[in-house]
C-alpha cells in the first residue's frame, strides 16, 4: 500500500539545524509531488512547501523562505527537508505528505507518521 | 486567504454532525477535508468538495458554495471524535490553506 515512513524524534538547540526523511513506498515515486506541513503543540495545520519530484523545483510557504530546503533522492525515493536556525516556536510535528493531482488541483494523501523536532536549550 | 472554522461542535450518537469552513468566495475553490485523531497524522475524508476516497464511510459528505463549505457526518459514532480541518489552494499566493480545525465531541 502506498506509505510514507518519516525518521524519528529529534531533539536540538536553537539556532542549529534539522534534517527530516520520509520514504516512499507502494507507489510510483517520480509522479507524485510531495508537501511538509507542520503542526506546533495543540496547533492547527500549517503548509511549509513542496517538491516536485520529477524535477526536483521547490515551492516554499512565504514564512519559510530562505529557513527550508527541500531535496530528493529518487534512488531510495526517499524527500529531505531541512530547517535552518530553529527556534522555540519551531517545536512541532513536521509531517511529509504526498500530493495526488487532479486536473490542476492537488490535495494530501496520504501522510507521513510526523516528526516531531523539539527545539530547547 | 484564511479559513474560518467553529473551534468545536458537539453531537450525539446517531445524529448529524456539521462543520463549516468559511472563506471569500470559496464556492469558487476546491475544498479537501482531512480527520485527524488524537495522536495521529491526518487522514484524508472528502476530496474536491464532496468526493470519498476508498475506504471513507458514506456517512461523510461535502458541500462547498458561497462563502461556505461543509462537512456533514451523518450517523456520528464515538470513533468520529477527531479534529477535521478544511484545506484549500490559494492561488493569489501558491500556497495552502488549512482550516483552523474544528474539534467534534461525541456526546
Known amino acids: 500500500q502506498v506509505q510514507l515512513v518519516q525518521s524519528g524524534a529529534e531533539v536540538k538547540k536553537p539556532g542549529a539545524s534539522v534534517k527530516v526523511s520520509c520514504k516512499a513506498s507502494?507507489?510510483?515515486?517520480?509522479?507524485?509531488?510531495i508537501s511538509w506541513v507542520r503542526q506546533a503543540p495543540g496547533q492547527g495545520l500549517e503548509w511549509m512547501g513542496r517538491?516536485?519530484?520529477?524535477?526536483?523545483?521547490?515551492k516554499d510557504a512565504q514564512k519559510f523562505q530562505g529557513r527550508v530546503t527541500m531535496t530528493t533522492d529518487t534512488s531510495t525515493a526517499t524527500v529531505y527537508m531541512e530547517v535552518r536556525n530553529l527556534r522555540s516556536d519551531d517545536t512541532a510535528v513536521y509531517y511529509c505528505?504526498?500530493?495526488?493531482?487532479?486536473?490542476?488541483?492537488?490535495?494530501?494523501?496520504?501522510w507521513g507518521q510526523g516528526t516531531l523536532v523539539t527545539v530547547s536549550s | 486567504y484564511e479559513l474560518t472554522q467553529p473551534p468545536s461542535v458537539s453531537v450525539a450518537p446517531g445524529k448529524t454532525a456539521t462543520i463549516t469552513c468559511q472563506g471569500n468566495?470559496?464556492?469558487?475553490?476546491?475544498v479537501h477535508w482531512y480527520q485527524q485523531k488524537t495522536g495521529q497524522a491526518p487522514v484524508l475524508v472528502i476530496s474536491?468538495?464532496?468526493d470519498r476516497p476508498s475506504g471513507i464511510p458514506e456517512r461523510f459528505s461535502g458541500s462547498n458554495s458561497g462563502n461556505t463549505a461543509t462537512l456533514s457526518i451523518s450517523s456520528v459514532e464515538a470513533a468520529d471524535e477527531a479534529d477535521y480541518y478544511c484545506?484549500?489552494?490559494?492561488?493569489?499566493?501558491?500556497?495552502?490553506?488549512f482550516g483552523f480545525g474544528t474539534t467534534v465531541t461525541v456526546l
Open positions: 505528505a504526498r500530493m495526488v493531482a487532479v486536473a490542476g488541483i492537488n490535495w494530501f494523501d496520504p
Open positions: 507502494g507507489y510510483d515515486f517520480n509522479t507524485f509531488d
Open positions: 517538491i516536485s519530484i520529477r524535477n526536483g523545483n521547490t
Open positions: 468566495n470559496i464556492g469558487a475553490k476546491s
Open positions: 474536491f468538495d464532496s
Open positions: 484545506q484549500v489552494w490559494d492561488y493569489t499566493s501558491d500556497e495552502y490553506v
